[in-house]
């Protein structure tokens, strides 16, 4: 199956910081979502991106999908942007296939 | 108004219980699915129906048993409470199955079982 692989594992930011996280993934893809896991434990939608770039708000998204990677930028971040980012892809008939996400800290 | 809802939220049991998550979605999707988390925040499909028929079964332990009664609802039955059962399991739909293009998942906010 498609392998994801996301980059840093753990992030700390001081409130206002930018930021960039990264995932890599091993075969072609149809689909591509970033997920927000607040720390109430919520997955929530941020971007379908299979390729190409998205922007919402504070929030972008880019997937080059011949190079098999998707960054997601946070600018100017909040403390209400803390818990974990998930990438997620799938293709043909697989089941979307999570990476081990990146845990995200900001501090006041 | 929903998307995805899943009850309980929380539900503490003993082992050896049998105890049930139901979902709903009001989305219209064709696909539903169960994914669990494990205490490391790894997220891993168990389960997969379209318009009730189970398509993906990920080598599930006899003990998990869904059952859609239609294509809005999928829930989740468990035998025989384990400890390793304790996770945060999360209902999901889309509107079709697999990776076709512009196929959106969606999740519900998660069933926290402790098995104590």
């Known amino acids: 199956g498609i392998q994801v692989e996301q980059s840093p594992p753990d992030l700390i930011l001081q409130e206002g910081a930018n930021s960039t996280l990264r995932c890599n993934f091993s075969?072609?893809?149809?689909?591509l979502q970033w997920f927000h896991q607040n720390p109430w434990g919520q997955l929530i939608n941020l971007f379908y991106?299979?390729?190409g770039t998205k922007q919402n708000g504070r929030l972008s998204a880019t997937t080059v999908a011949t190079e098999r990677y998707s960054l997601l930028y946070i600018s100017s971040s909040q403390t209400t942007d803390s818990g974990v980012y998930f990438c997620a892809v799938n293709s043909g008939y697989s089941t979307l296939t999570f990476g081990k996400g990146t845990m995200l800290l900001v501090s006041p | 108004d929903t998307a995805v809802s899943q009850t309980p939220k929380y539900l503490v049991t003993q082992m050896g219980n049998d105890k049930s998550i139901k979902c709903e979605q009001n989305?219209?999707?064709?696909?539903m699915y169960w994914y669990k988390q494990d205490s490391k925040k790894f997220l891993k499909i168990m389960f997969s129906?379209?318009?009730?028929?189970?398509?993906i079964n990920e080598t599930v332990p006899n003990r998990f048993s869904p059952k859609s009664p239609d294509k809005a609802h999928l829930n989740l039955h468990i035998n025989s409470l384990e400890l390793g059962d304790s996770a945060v399991y999360f209902c999901?739909?889309?509107?079709?199955?697999?990776?076709?293009?512009?196929?959106?998942?969606?999740f519900g906010e998660g069933s926290w079982l402790t098995v104590v």
């Open positions: 075969d072609s893809v149809n689909n």
């Open positions: 989305l219209g999707h064709d696909t």
């Open positions: 991106i299979p390729s």
């Open positions: 129906y379209n318009n009730k028929e189970l398509i």
């Open positions: 999901a739909s889309s509107p079709m199955t697999g990776g076709t293009s512009g196929n959106t998942i969606y």
